[in-house]
């Protein structure tokens, strides 16, 4: 009875297929409320592809299995708003998210081999949607996994369809997993690093094979990573998280163009480039992400930060719009204006950089540590 | 070449390291064999650093722990400042280790979460027994490699973070004033503002304490960064050695150039590269015939399946095993993977 309660719905015409507002995520541990993700707000429409970057620790993957709802059971609290094609969600039940799953927003995890099942041949894993959500027969269930294997490339499909996962490379498995969650023909598809774990090569593979897809089915998908080159060819949209808020979002091109945020910056600054000359000295960011059990009083990135003032320190910067309406961004002095540049100058002859690395105790927060 | 040949060694007296026909091979059930490392030959300089990239399966990290003889050589010799150290074993291998230290690809499990920090890094010297001024030496390396040792000294491992674990892993490599030290992916299970941090202290570390390093990476534009020199391995074999300039902008292997492609860009503009790859490593329990790379490789030719090819001088500095590269006197049958050597 629980069973496609959207498709049931409709959803509402018009509506945007996600809708995101002030999404929290509070675990809480013995140490205090880690804030993984805090306050969270965006829209993604149909057949868009919406890159989110960050480091380790910054929230993205806690972010995507809070619109999932993959949540441990005990010890979270998740507030705010998710609706899906004008329905919200966010009070659904493991029972009712089940109608949800599959035909509406599938997931591919990170690591191919731990999100197959080992003991169950791979065919049997993406027959077992099918005939769940689509009522369907095992022949039929059969042709269409065939099928879906071939069309993520997998050669001798009829093969492979009766494999395990182990006789399969790291970038089969990645595969057959896309194979799975395409399978029910999702109209989201969250990919949460989907090519951390492949080679550069592989990776390629996998990236192309996800751009045709989504471009065939008409899918929306969310990229997670941690990796601005993934996402800069292949996104639409990108916001960039840390510390559990997004504190830059833009079209790709306008974000590469004109960031904004100095965390953005220094994160591009950071990638060794192909055509710098070797032995290049590197940007790095100076010291670690902030606790997310204590949070700083200002800026998140303050102590990181080169164009720190000091009402960086004492005032929490709001998303506040850019000059193009898509594009927004957390900051008092953002990078490539007056402020931005004033700033950096008097840091710059005041010898005011940000402190380097220094050791302290490091607390992690639970399931926001890939 | 994936192929085998030495014509880019250099005279022994002018090298630290040198690799000539290196062969690991591990036994698989059947009686069959997984060809891990075949016929590797490279030579490291003083205070070079020689970067090796490839993917997973390419035998590079097998590489790595054969020359520190971590895992058993089949064939082939290691020449260590003119000592052969293959054939080495018991109190001289033991003894050989201070020269030559490893860092890990994953820095957290290699520390012993049970002991501090101090002890972690002080253990190589009770070793060896060098007491004396132990406790300065500890520090100094600590503080050189960026952290507090007052600090630092009596915690453990859980109390940091990623990146302060490979600077320890650093310190610990370093206190014995090491010749060369093998880093074996030292920066795969990083974030990349803090593989940025980590980079920038090998460079450092290497100017100060006059090391040579062999770098292990799958990641061309971090090897890049950091090498004199870089050997692209694919399948056990060594397909290029070059300078990491010249690799990038001339590659003359087809492999180095669909890797180079491969590379996601962060530039919005560039349109990502639609598969100049396909398929899969072949497996290393029977690798193709001839050129090991021929079965993913666009310009392969029956040749290529017949001979295999040998290492040979296409530039300065700049070898290949590849019988169709894609620079130097031999033509290329085909116009198709050029664009790769033509893009930068």
Same mark, same amino acid.
């Given at each position: 009875?629980?069973?496609? &309660?959207?498709?049931?719905?409709?959803?509402?015409?018009?509506?945007?297929?996600?809708?995101?507002?002030?999404?929290?995520?509070?675990?809480?541990?013995?140490?205090?409320?880690?804030?993984?993700?805090?306050?969270?707000?965006?829209?993604?429409?149909?057949?868009?592809?919406? +890159?989110?970057?960050?480091?380790?620790?910054?929230?993205?993957? *806690?972010?995507?299995?809070?619109?999932?709802?993959?949540?441990?059971?005990?010890?979270?609290?998740?507030?705010?708003?998710?609706?899906?094609? +004008?329905?919200?969600?966010?009070?659904?039940?493991?029972?009712?998210?089940?109608?949800?799953?599959?035909?509406?927003?599938?997931?591919?995890?990170?690591?191919?081999?731990?999100?197959?099942?080992?003991?169950?041949? &791979?065919?049997?894993? &993406?027959?077992?949607?099918?005939?769940?959500?689509?009522?369907?027969?095992?022949?039929?269930?059969?042709?269409?996994?065939?099928?879906?294997?071939?069309?993520?490339?997998?050669?001798?499909?009829?093969?492979?369809?009766?494999?395990?996962?182990?006789? $399969?490379?790291?970038?089969?498995?990645?595969?057959?997993?896309?194979?799975?969650?395409?399978?029910?023909?999702?109209?989201?598809?969250?990919?949460?690093?989907?090519?951390?774990?492949?080679?550069?090569?592989?990776?390629?593979?996998?990236?192309?094979?996800?751009?045709?897809?989504?471009?065939?089915?008409?899918?929306?998908?969310?990229?997670?990573?941690?990796? $601005?080159?993934?996402?800069?060819?292949?996104?639409?949209?990108?916001?960039?998280?840390?510390? +559990?808020?997004?504190?830059?979002?833009?079209?790709?091109?306008?974000?590469?163009?004109?960031?904004?945020?100095?965390?953005?910056?220094? $994160?591009?600054?950071?990638?060794?480039?192909?055509?710098?000359?070797?032995?290049?000295?590197?940007?790095? &960011?100076?010291?670690?992400?902030?606790?997310? *059990?204590?949070?700083?009083?200002?800026?998140?990135?303050?102590?990181?930060?080169?164009?720190?003032?000091?009402?960086?320190?004492?005032?929490?910067?709001?998303?506040?719009?850019?000059?193009?309406?898509?594009?927004?961004?957390?900051?008092?002095?953002?990078?490539?204006?007056?402020?931005?540049?004033?700033?950096?100058?008097?840091?710059?002859?005041?010898?005011? *950089?940000?402190?380097?690395?220094?050791?302290? *105790?490091?607390?992690?927060?639970?399931?926001?540590?890939? | 070449?994936?192929?085998?040949?030495?014509?880019?060694?250099?005279?022994?007296?002018?090298?630290?390291?040198?690799?000539?026909?290196?062969?690991?091979?591990?036994?698989?059930?059947?009686?069959?064999?997984?060809?891990?490392?075949?016929?590797?030959?490279?030579?490291?300089?003083?205070?070079?650093?020689?970067?090796?990239?490839?993917?997973?399966?390419?035998?590079?990290?097998?590489?790595?722990?054969?020359?520190?003889?971590?895992?058993?050589?089949?064939?082939?010799?290691?020449?260590?400042?003119?000592?052969?150290?293959?054939?080495?074993?018991?109190?001289?291998?033991?003894?050989?280790?201070?020269?030559?230290?490893?860092?890990?690809?994953?820095?957290?499990?290699?520390?012993?979460?049970?002991?501090?920090?101090?002890?972690?890094?002080?253990?190589?010297? /009770?070793?060896?027994?060098?007491?004396?001024?132990?406790?300065?030496?500890?520090?100094?390396?600590?503080?050189?490699?960026?952290?507090?040792?007052?600090?630092?000294?009596?915690?453990?491992?859980?109390?940091?973070?990623?990146?302060?674990?490979?600077?320890?892993?650093?310190?610990?490599?370093?206190?014995?004033?090491?010749?060369?030290?093998?880093?074996?992916?030292?920066?795969?299970?990083? /974030?990349?503002?803090?593989?940025?941090?980590?980079?920038?202290?090998?460079?450092?570390?290497?100017?100060?304490?006059?090391?040579?390093?062999?770098?292990?990476?799958?990641?061309?534009?971090?090897?890049?960064?950091?090498?004199?020199?870089?050997?692209?391995?694919?399948?056990?074999?060594?397909?290029?050695?070059?300078?990491?300039? /010249?690799?990038?902008?001339?590659?003359?292997?087809?492999?180095?150039?669909?890797?180079?492609?491969?590379?996601?860009?962060?530039?919005?503009?560039?349109?990502?590269?639609?598969?100049?790859?396909?398929?899969?490593?072949?497996?290393?329990?029977?690798?193709?015939?001839?050129?090991?790379?021929?079965?993913?490789?666009?310009?392969?030719?029956?040749?290529?399946?017949?001979?295999?090819?040998?290492?040979?001088?296409?530039?300065?500095?700049?070898?290949?095993?590849?019988?169709?590269?894609?620079?130097?006197?031999?033509?290329?049958?085909?116009?198709?993977?050029?664009?790769?050597?033509?893009?930068?």
């Amino acid at each position: 009875m629980a069973r496609r &309660i959207i498709a049931a719905d409709g959803g509402h015409e018009g509506a945007p297929l996600l809708e995101i507002t002030d999404l929290r995520t509070h675990f809480l541990t013995p140490h205090g409320r880690v804030r993984a993700v805090d306050g969270v707000t965006f829209t993604l429409e149909r057949g868009r592809t919406l +890159g989110i970057v960050g480091e380790s620790g910054s929230g993205k993957t *806690v972010l995507s299995r809070s619109i999932m709802g993959l949540l441990p059971r005990s010890n979270v609290e998740r507030t705010g708003s998710i609706r899906y094609e +004008g329905t919200e969600i966010s009070d659904y039940s493991q029972a009712e998210m089940r109608s949800v799953w599959g035909p509406q927003m599938a997931m591919i995890f990170q690591d191919p081999m731990t999100s197959l099942n080992p003991v169950m041949r &791979i065919g049997r894993q &993406i027959t077992e949607s099918l005939r769940y959500h689509l009522d369907m027969d095992k022949a039929e269930a059969k042709d269409l996994a065939v099928s879906l294997l071939k069309s993520v490339g997998i050669p001798e499909p009829d093969k492979r369809f009766k494999e395990y996962p182990h006789q $399969l490379s790291g970038g089969m498995r990645q595969r057959v997993v896309i194979a799975i969650a395409l399978a029910c023909g999702p109209k989201l598809l969250m990919a949460d690093e989907p090519t951390t774990a492949l080679d550069v090569t592989v990776q390629a593979q996998i990236l192309n094979l996800l751009d045709a897809q989504q471009r065939e089915r008409f899918m929306a998908m969310i990229l997670v990573t941690h990796d $601005l080159g993934v996402v800069a060819g292949r996104a639409h949209d990108i916001a960039v998280m840390y510390a +559990g808020q997004i504190v830059e979002k833009a079209s790709a091109k306008t974000l590469f163009s004109g960031m904004r945020m100095p965390y953005t910056e220094a $994160l591009l600054e950071s990638i060794p480039k192909l055509e710098y000359r070797s032995h290049t000295r590197l940007a790095s &960011i100076p010291g670690r992400p902030p606790s997310l *059990v204590n949070p700083p009083k200002g800026c998140m990135f303050a102590a990181r930060c080169r164009y720190v003032q000091e009402q960086c320190l004492e005032e929490k910067p709001q998303l506040i719009e850019g000059d193009t309406p898509d594009h927004q961004y957390r900051c008092f002095f953002p990078v490539g204006t007056d402020a931005g540049r004033e700033a950096l100058e008097r840091n710059l002859a005041e010898g005011r *950089v940000p402190q380097t690395d220094d050791v302290e *105790v490091a607390i992690t927060a639970p399931g926001g540590a890939k | 070449m994936a192929g085998s040949g030495t014509a880019h060694l250099r005279p022994v007296d002018e090298v630290v390291l040198r690799v000539e026909d290196l062969t690991v091979e591990f036994p698989a059930s059947g009686g069959r064999k997984v060809h891990a490392v075949t016929g590797v030959s490279f030579d490291v300089a003083k205070g070079e650093t020689l970067g090796i990239v490839g993917e997973s399966g390419c035998g590079k990290s097998t590489t790595g722990k054969a020359i520190m003889r971590l895992v058993p050589i089949t064939s082939g010799t290691v020449t260590f400042n003119g000592n052969e150290i293959s054939s080495l074993s018991g109190n001289k291998l033991r003894e050989l280790r201070q020269e030559l230290q490893m860092i890990f690809q994953d820095p957290v499990s290699s520390i012993n979460p049970r002991r501090t920090i101090g002890d972690v890094v002080t253990e190589p010297l /009770d070793i060896w027994n060098r007491t004396d001024g132990a406790e300065e030496l500890v520090d100094r390396v600590l503080s050189d490699v960026g952290l507090d040792p007052q600090v630092a000294r009596p915690k453990r491992r859980h109390e940091f973070s990623g990146g302060q674990c490979q600077r320890i892993c650093i310190a610990r490599s370093l206190v014995l004033d090491p010749e060369v030290i093998i880093c074996d992916e030292p920066v795969s299970a990083l /974030d990349v503002s803090v593989q940025a941090q980590i980079l920038n202290l090998l460079e450092d570390m290497k100017e100060r304490y006059g090391l040579t390093l062999v770098f292990i990476a799958h990641d061309l534009a971090v090897v890049k960064n950091v090498s004199d020199r870089v050997a692209v391995m694919y399948l056990g074999k060594i397909c290029e050695i070059a300078s990491p300039d /010249d690799l990038y902008y001339r590659p003359a292997h087809p492999y180095s150039a669909a890797l180079l492609t491969a590379i996601p860009l962060p530039d919005p503009d560039v349109v990502p590269n639609t598969g100049d790859l396909a398929g899969d490593l072949p497996s290393p329990m029977a690798p193709p015939s001839g050129c090991r790379f021929r079965t993913r490789c666009a310009r392969a030719t029956d040749r290529c399946a017949a001979e295999e090819p040998i290492v040979r001088q296409v530039g300065d500095d700049h070898f290949v095993a590849c019988h169709f590269p894609l620079v130097g006197e031999v033509a290329p049958p085909s116009t198709s993977a050029v664009r790769v050597a033509t893009s930068s």
